[in-house]
């Protein structure tokens, strides 16, 4: 990769090393599409009680035939502000209705959503269009939207989120925590989920009671609003315990599992139908 990176340095002396990596990541993502370098991974996220899988976060990943891995954090902001997260969200929205009609029907999937992708006048009519096309129940599918989205557009949002219901189609609001976002307004949006940022699960140990108060009231917080909740980049023990004294049902990190290929994950799903 750092080829790859100090080549374009090389064609472009203008721009600094940042810009250049830029306008690489800019160039090649278009062609990622066509080649088929982009693929979903489908992370567990399971009941904090039981331990069963409930269903999957989709996660792009993007394998560049000469430069291996490059993580959706690099890519998708850039992705974002050329425009063509428009068809890299087609794609993941896509590729996520075909994956779940491999995978039980207990299970359900979300689905990032860029706010670019999501202001987008026929989003809600495309989305419609796609899982009235599959066998699916729409409550399969549910869509991660950051709290970033909340504070634009309201009206317009408000009729989309409408929209999107009418559907069947679950909403979730992600990273809930690092954002502004007003009791009110999150009441009005009817969500289906909230996602705990890691930040707040990071901070949870026996040594920080405050965290705790904290995951904890968020949790009583989404249940008046009918609301589940879903703690995300558990990795410890300790914070699953925490989580679940804090009322949480629903976890996801790296210690129930990391993301995967849809291969792997339907094979676990046949070992347990199995056994
Ligand atoms: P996110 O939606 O907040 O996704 C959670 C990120 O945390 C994922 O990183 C996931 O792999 C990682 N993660 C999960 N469990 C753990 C854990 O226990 N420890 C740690 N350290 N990390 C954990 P990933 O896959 O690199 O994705 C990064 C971000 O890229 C996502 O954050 C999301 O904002 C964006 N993204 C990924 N896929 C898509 C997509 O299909 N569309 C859009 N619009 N954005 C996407
Ligand atoms: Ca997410
Ligand atoms: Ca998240
Ligand atoms: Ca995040």
Redesign the pocket.
């Known amino acids: 990769r750092a080829t790859g990176r100090g080549t374009w340095s090389i064609y472009h002396p203008e721009m600094s090393q940042v810009a250049a990596y830029r306008h690489w990541i800019e160039a090649e993502l278009g062609g990622a599409l066509q080649r088929d370098e982009l693929m979903?991974?489908y992370?567990p996220k399971v009941h904090a009680v039981t331990g069963e899988t409930v269903g999957y976060?989709?996660?792009?990943?993007w394998n560049h035939h000469q430069n291996g891995s490059i993580?959706?954090?690099e890519f998708?902001p850039i992705a974002?502000q050329c425009g063509l997260?428009q068809q890299?969200?087609d794609f993941?929205l896509r590729r996520v209705c075909e994956d779940l009609e491999q995978l039980p029907d207990n299970i359900s999937v979300s689905?990032?959503?860029?706010p670019a992708?999501f202001n987008r006048d026929d989003f809600v009519a495309n989305l419609g269009r796609l899982i009235n096309g599959t066998e699916i129940r729409p409550d399969r599918l549910e869509i991660?939207v950051?709290e970033t989205l909340l504070i634009r557009n309201h009206s317009e949002v408000r009729r989309l989120l409408a929209q999107l219901r009418e559907l069947g189609i679950l909403l979730a609001i992600?990273?809930f925590g690092t954002g502004y976002s007003n009791l009110s307004t999150l009441n009005e949006l009817r969500f289906n989920t909230l996602?705990i940022?890691?930040s707040f699960v990071d901070r949870l140990t026996d040594k920080d009671p405050a965290a705790s108060t904290m995951v904890a009231s968020i949790v009583g917080m989404a249940r008046s609003m009918g609301a589940s909740v879903v703690a995300?980049?558990?990795?410890t023990q300790e914070q699953a315990t925490l989580l679940r004294a804090a009322g949480c049902t629903i976890m996801?990190?790296?210690?129930f599992g990391?993301?995967q290929p849809l291969s792997a994950i339907k094979h676990h799903h046949r070992d347990s139908e199995a056994g």
Do not use: C, F, M, W
Request: glycine share 8%; net charge negative.
């Open positions: 979903l991974h992370q976060e989709a996660l792009l990943r993580p959706p954090s998708i974002e997260i890299i969200g993941v689905a990032n959503v860029s992708q991660e950051t992600d990273d996602k940022d890691k995300e980049g558990v990795e996801q990190g790296y210690l990391k993301p």
